[in-house]
T-cell receptor, first 117, second 106 residues
Framework: DTEVTQTPKHLVMGMTNKKSLKCEQH?????MYWYKQKAKKPPELMFV???????INESVPSRFSPECPNSSLLNLHLHALQPEDSALYLC????????????????FGDGTRLSIL | GQSLEQPSEVTAVEGAIVQINCTYQ??????LSWYQQHDGGAPTFLSY????GLEETGRFSSFLSRSDSYGYLLLQELQMKDSASYFC???????FGQGTELSVKP
């Protein structure tokens, strides 16, 4: 069991669909992250939210749209994805994101395994 | 550029000690982190070294030498459940190494 909860666990969608991934944490953390992970590869940072504001966007295509409705929730809206976007999408949180968040433990959710048909 | 180098795989037997090395080149270095990830699972934070020296947490220890841009994770009294991928990570924005797949044999 992890303290960061992601839903759904699995998602299959067509290239024309719109779907959303959800992430929730109740640890009082003020920084939240989205990562993309391909099989047998390390997680790659996509977005960083600090105090509910987008602070880092790692040149992610606009078909991925993050949203932070409040300090506990993080969404990733998906639209017109490509087959190469199939991956495990991980959400993480940390106390804050001083310097980008690399200087403190990040707590990861179990991820959403996304398949694009 | 930013990069972290670590061995791709390591094999050891139960009860043994294994060391996973990591060399790094990153901007905005704050310290070196280690994460464990079992197949199909979430990365789990293991340790963080901001200063030179050894940090010990139970069977796991982590070492950092900032002057050598080098660190390692030491796993003692290996157990089957330690079979997993281990990532070193660093940088202001967390950058992960490619991961070391550890296989623990009976």
């Amino acid at each position: 069991d992890t303290e960061v909860t992601q839903t759904p666990k699995h998602l299959v969608m067509g290239m024309t669909n719109k779907k959303s991934l959800k992430c929730e944490q109740h640890m009082g953390h003020r920084a939240m992250y989205w990562y993309k992970q391909k099989a047998k590869k390390p997680p790659e940072l996509m977005f960083v939210y600090s105090y509910e504001k987008l602070s880092i966007n790692e040149s992610v295509p606009s078909r991925f749209s993050p949203e932070c409705p409040n300090s506990s929730l993080l969404n990733l809206h998906l639209h017109a994805l490509q087959p190469e976007d199939s991956a495990l999408y991980l959400c993480a949180s940390s106390q804050d994101s001083t310097g980008g968040g690399g200087n403190q433990p990040q707590h990861f959710g179990d991820g959403t395994r996304l398949s694009i048909l | 550029g930013q990069s972290l180098e670590q061995p791709s795989e390591v094999t050891a037997v139960e009860g043994a000690i294994v060391q996973i090395n990591c060399t790094y080149q990153t901007s905005g270095f704050y310290g070196l982190s280690w994460y464990q990830q079992h197949d199909g699972g979430a990365p789990t934070f293991l340790s963080y070294n901001a200063l030179d020296g050894l940090e010990e947490t139970g069977r796991f220890s982590s070492f950092l030498s900032r002057s050598d841009s080098y660190g390692y994770l030491l796993l003692q009294e290996l157990q089957m459940k330690d079979s997993a991928s281990y990532f070193c990570a660093a940088g202001g924005k967390l950058i992960f190494g490619q991961g070391t797949e550890l296989s623990v044999k009976p």
